[in-house]
């Protein structure tokens, strides 16, 4: 007997539709903080729906669009008539789902005896969740995200950067500074205005947290032997925002929507980009600057 879970993420809500004898619990403790009990006159932005093995046994024609090695394991994205295919496969376990689209509708098959089960599925959701937000004006970005004054503010760059150790040096340093998430927060615009939001997905650290805040800022990390940071505006505000966003770039509808949103992101907040240290100075000068709004 299937069962159905409600879930809210940066207000976004979604369904997840398990076999009765999953334990959602245990699958899924990240998710705790942002379940609710659903309500009626919400829209979905996405159902997923787990499935039998020979829940889709025929998929039609499919072209491999990319191939990735991740923390989700190797990963397969495959397009098919009307909508994706993604394979996740750790070790002997090739976990499948399909998608509309639009990630509106989603169907899954997951090989129950993966010891990593819970975190297959909620590598499934997440990409689910990142390509759904496109069509609401909210992307969802590889950042360590921290709250300071009623307000957050965004580090990115690749892995290695130092992003992690940026975030934590304002915990360090400056007063009244909480970690919000440490790899894929959620920034939207609503009315205007953007904010960044806590998500289930906060790569190794448990930071699982049900808040969102008005952007005060984004920066753009770099390891250097000195401290100085640059206000990013126009065209390299945008340079500065994109790399990092998820966003299946063979898609052209995906992409223009990531495109307008990162072009309304780039007008609404501050950005800049910061060549740093791993040392207090950094987190003060980027701080001063982000908040006293300083060129």
């Known amino acids: 007997m299937m069962r159905t879970y409600y879930y809210r993420v940066a207000d976004f809500p979604f369904s997840l539709n398990l076999d009765g004898r999953m334990d959602v619990e245990t699958l899924l403790p990240s998710f705790r903080p942002f379940r609710t009990m659903g309500d009626a006159d919400d829209t979905l932005l996405f159902d997923f729906t787990v499935v039998p093995p020979?829940?889709?046994?025929?998929?039609?024609?499919?072209?491999?669009?990319?191939?990735?090695?991740?923390?989700?394991?190797?990963?397969?994205?495959?397009?098919?008539?009307?909508?994706?295919?993604?394979?996740?496969?750790?070790?002997?376990?090739?976990?499948?789902?399909?998608a509309a689209s639009d990630f509106s509708s989603v169907e899954a098959v997951l090989m129950h005896e993966d010891g990593?089960?819970?975190?297959?599925?909620?590598?499934?959701?997440?990409?689910?969740?990142?390509?759904?937000?496109?069509?609401?004006?909210?992307?969802?970005?590889?950042?360590?995200?921290?709250?300071n004054g009623g307000k957050g503010y965004l580090f990115m760059g690749p892995s290695g950067t130092g992003k992690s150790t940026h975030a934590s040096l304002w915990m360090r340093h400056v007063p009244g500074t909480e970690l919000l998430n440490d790899d894929n927060p959620t920034v939207r615009i609503v009315d205007g205005k953007a904010y960044a939001c806590g998500t289930p997905w906060s790569g190794k650290t448990a930071c699982y947290k049900n808040l969102s805040f008005p952007v005060?800022?984004?920066?753009?990390?770099?390891?250097?032997?000195?401290?100085?940071?640059?206000?990013?505006?126009?065209?390299?505000?945008?340079?500065?925002?994109?790399?990092?966003?998820?966003?299946?770039?063979?898609?052209?509808?995906?992409?223009?929507?990531?495109?307008?949103?990162?072009?309304r992101l780039a007008g609404a907040v501050t950005v800049g980009t910061m060549e740093c240290l791993p040392d207090e100075e950094a987190a003060w000068l980027c701080y001063g600057r982000l908040t006293k709004n300083e060129n």
């Open 54 to 98: 020979d829940g889709f046994s025929d998929t039609g024609k499919k072209d491999l669009l990319e191939e990735t090695c991740n923390d989700m394991g190797y990963l397969k994205l495959y397009a098919m008539s009307g909508g994706y295919m993604v394979e996740v496969i750790n070790g002997c376990y090739t976990h499948r789902m399909v």
């Open 116 to 147: 990593n089960l819970g975190h297959a599925l909620s590598s499934l959701l997440r990409i689910v969740y990142a390509q759904a937000i496109l069509f609401h004006n909210a992307v969802s970005i590889h950042a360590s995200a921290v709250y």
């Open 216 to 263: 005060g800022g984004m920066v753009r990390l770099k390891q250097a032997s000195y401290n100085r940071f640059c206000r990013q505006e126009g065209a390299d505000a945008f340079i500065a925002i994109y790399p990092g966003c998820s966003v299946i770039a063979q898609d052209r509808q995906l992409r223009d929507r990531l495109y307008d949103t990162l072009t």
